[in-house]
């Protein structure tokens, strides 16, 4: 039995889409969208037994504040195993194989956000971000965008660029760049963009998923018309080095 732990690279990548869609329950639009373009711009990491595609993850890169300055952090994303081939090991073993990489690069720790937190614990991951789950309460003062476009990435930008660096230490770069994704995102989910007004100015947004359920929601004043509902363990972390401080966290989304 020969096993290799390597990164695909180029085409290669599009060979873990049969796993890919074994494993997740996403649409066929959203893997149409992942396959024709983020793929390739992340790092595919899998273990190959005899040839056979076993186990896999893919580690995304991501432009994080963290220590007051902007830096690359990576996301780890799909992680899957053939159902055949499950508890032998091979995901353990790809995890290592990143942790070392990464430590390399000299990245100070990389993330995940898991469904089981139980199964990464042993892997040295910690819960660093408890999620709010939040809830439409009352008929909300809101405005509703269907389509977000350029111009609201541009509004959201400036927002959260104010607003982020006042409450949190460590936090994804909320930039052009970034809502142009989300917005494609939500636009093949069906969802949508909501703004909170308060008098003038704008109070905060909410980022919403074609069932209702609130992806992320950033504001100065808690809406009226959003109602918290406790929290969940949503982001784990893995320290990759000994002065590691990530402190008050914000990581409210999956890709």
């Known amino acids: 039995m020969s096993l290799t732990i390597h990164y695909l690279q180029g085409e290669e990548k599009l060979k873990i889409r049969a796993l890919y869609e074994a494993t997740f329950d996403d649409s066929k639009d959203y893997v ?5 373009g983020p793929v390739f711009e992340n790092d595919v990491l899998v273990l190959e037994k005899d040839g056979k595609l076993c186990s896999m993850l893919q580690l995304v890169p991501k432009r994080m504040i963290y220590n007051g300055e902007v830096c690359t952090i990576h996301y780890i994303f799909a992680v899957a195993t053939d159902e055949s081939e499950r508890r032998n ?6 995890l290592e194989k990143v942790f070392e990489d990464l430590k ?22 910690r819960v660093a971000y408890l999620k709010s789950k939040y809830k439409f309460g009352k008929e909300p003062n809101q405005v509703r965008v269907y389509q977000p476009n350029t111009l609201d990435a541009v509004i959201l930008e400036k927002f959260c660029r104010r607003y982020l660096p006042v409450k949190y230490d460590t936090y994804l770069v909320h930039d ?18 909501i703004y909170h007004p308060r008098g003038e100015q704008i109070n905060g947004y909410t ?8 992806l992320e929601s950033v504001f100065v004043h808690q809406p009226d018309e959003i109602v918290l509902h406790g929290y969940t363990p949503w982001v784990m972390i893995k320290e990759l080095s000994s002065d590691c401080k990530v402190g008050r966290m914000f990581i ?3 890709t």
């Not at 149409?32 to 024709?36: A, I, M």
Request: charged letters at 25%.
């Open 32 to 36: 149409d969208y992942l396959f024709d």
């Open 89 to 94: 090991g091979y995901m353990g073993m790809l």
């Open 104 to 125: 390399a690069k000299g990245e100070p720790f990389v993330y995940l956000v898991p469904v089981d937190t139980t199964v990464y614990k042993k892997f040295g991951f």
């Open 176 to 193: 052009q760049a970034y809502f142009q994704k989300v917005f494609k995102e939500l636009q093949i989910d069906k969802g949508y963009l």
């Open 207 to 214: 980022l919403v998923a074609s069932d209702g359920s609130i």
């Open 252 to 254: 409210n989304d999956e």
